[in-house]
């Protein structure tokens, strides 16, 4: 039987320079040596998703994003935390292994959080550019020239999610249309609109006093300009699907699935 250690071997064996020493893709919870009984990937260890491998009898999780609210996922600030410890104690008590997978998902040729979220929008037929070896921004020319808004109700149907929020003029023609998965940072966003004449920038999250008021501005200045903000997990969460089909070709005699997180944030 497969150990957790032979998945995660198997996930970075093509990945340039891997094993990283230095990477936020460690274990949480649970051991390497433990037996795998099935996989569930997800964009981050929710307690729903936690529940939800137990009653699947699938004892590692394989999450995109922190478990414990922290990049690095340090965990003694939270020892206070009755929620923290819940979490935590759920998941040791079930013999359940949180291995994260960013830096790696992010580092595979191509990137496979990427390419998820590019399969899932249908756009591949659409893309003209990537400028940078990582993958990103990755640049497409949507020929049917759609307005923001139906730009959303694209971006809503394919990634399955409800909030999209706009910063620019709402009545810009997105043709040429920037992709920038995650939170890469407000400069990387902006520097990314300036160097590729987007009219249009789709982003997973950004702080609000950086991108958005560049956008603002250019809408101020009656520029044909647009920002797209459709939330982390919304821009990722395909990644981790399409993980959970790579894994299950190379293991298939495991159960492997895929559980959306789903956005933490919801408008009321």
Same mark, same amino acid.
């Given at each position: 039987?497969?150990?957790?250690?032979?998945?995660?071997?198997?996930?970075?064996?093509?990945?340039?320079?891997?094993?990283?020493?230095?990477?936020?893709?460690?274990?949480?919870?649970?051991?390497?040596?433990? @037996? $795998?009984?099935? +996989? $569930?990937?997800?964009?981050?260890?929710?307690?729903? +998703?936690?529940?939800?491998?137990?009653? *699947?009898?699938?004892?590692?999780?394989?999450?995109?994003?922190?478990?414990?609210?922290?990049?690095?996922? @340090?965990?003694?600030? /939270?020892?206070?935390?009755?929620?923290?410890?819940?979490?935590?104690?759920?998941?040791?008590?079930?013999?359940?292994?949180?291995?994260?997978?960013?830096?790696?998902?992010?580092?595979?040729?191509?990137?496979?959080?990427?390419?998820?979220?590019?399969?899932?929008?249908?756009?591949?037929?659409?893309? $003209?550019?990537?400028?940078?070896?990582? %993958?990103?921004?990755?640049?497409?020319?949507?020929?049917?020239?759609?307005?923001?808004?139906? /730009?959303?109700?694209?971006?809503?149907? %394919?990634?399955?999610?409800?909030?999209?929020?706009?910063? %620019?003029?709402?009545?810009? *023609?997105?043709?040429?249309?920037?992709?920038?998965?995650?939170?890469?940072? %407000?400069?990387? *966003? +902006?520097?990314?609109?300036?160097?590729?004449? $987007?009219?249009?920038?789709?982003?997973? @999250?950004?702080?609000?006093?950086?991108?958005?008021?560049?956008?603002?501005?250019?809408?101020? *200045?009656?520029?044909?300009?647009?920002?797209?903000?459709?939330?982390?997990?919304?821009?990722? @969460?395909?990644?981790?699907?399409?993980?959970?089909?790579?894994?299950?070709?190379?293991?298939?005699?495991?159960?492997?699935?895929?559980?959306?997180?789903?956005?933490?944030?919801?408008?009321?």
């Amino acid at each position: 039987m497969s150990t957790v250690q032979d998945v995660i071997d198997a996930i970075i064996a093509d990945i340039p320079g891997a094993p990283f020493a230095e990477t936020v893709d460690t274990i949480k919870v649970g051991s390497p040596e433990a @037996e $795998v009984s099935g +996989i $569930v990937t997800t964009f981050v260890a929710t307690d729903r +998703i936690l529940h939800f491998a137990a009653e *699947q009898g699938a004892n590692l999780v394989i999450s995109h994003e922190p478990t414990f609210f922290n990049h690095e996922d @340090e965990t003694g600030w /939270l020892d206070r935390s009755p929620v923290f410890r819940v979490k935590h104690d759920f998941a040791r008590e079930a013999g359940i292994t949180v291995w994260r997978c960013h830096d790696y998902a992010h580092s595979m040729k191509p990137d496979i959080i990427v390419e998820g979220v590019i399969d899932a929008l249908s756009w591949e037929k659409h893309r $003209v550019d990537s400028l940078d070896p990582g %993958g990103l921004p990755v640049i497409f020319e949507l020929n049917h020239r759609p307005r923001p808004t139906a /730009l959303a109700n694209e971006i809503k149907s %394919g990634l399955a999610t409800s909030r999209v929020l706009l910063a %620019g003029d709402p009545d810009t *023609q997105c043709r040429r249309v920037a992709l920038l998965v995650g939170a890469i940072g %407000g400069r990387r *966003q +902006i520097e990314t609109a300036i160097a590729n004449d $987007v009219d249009a920038m789709v982003v997973g @999250e950004t702080n609000e006093w950086e991108t958005p008021e560049y956008f603002r501005d250019a809408g101020y *200045q009656k520029l044909k300009k647009a920002l797209l903000v459709i939330g982390h997990q919304p821009s990722e @969460e395909a990644g981790m699907a399409r993980l959970a089909a790579w894994i299950g070709q190379r293991f298939p005699d495991l159960s492997v699935l895929h559980r959306a997180a789903l956005d933490p944030l919801r408008v009321i």
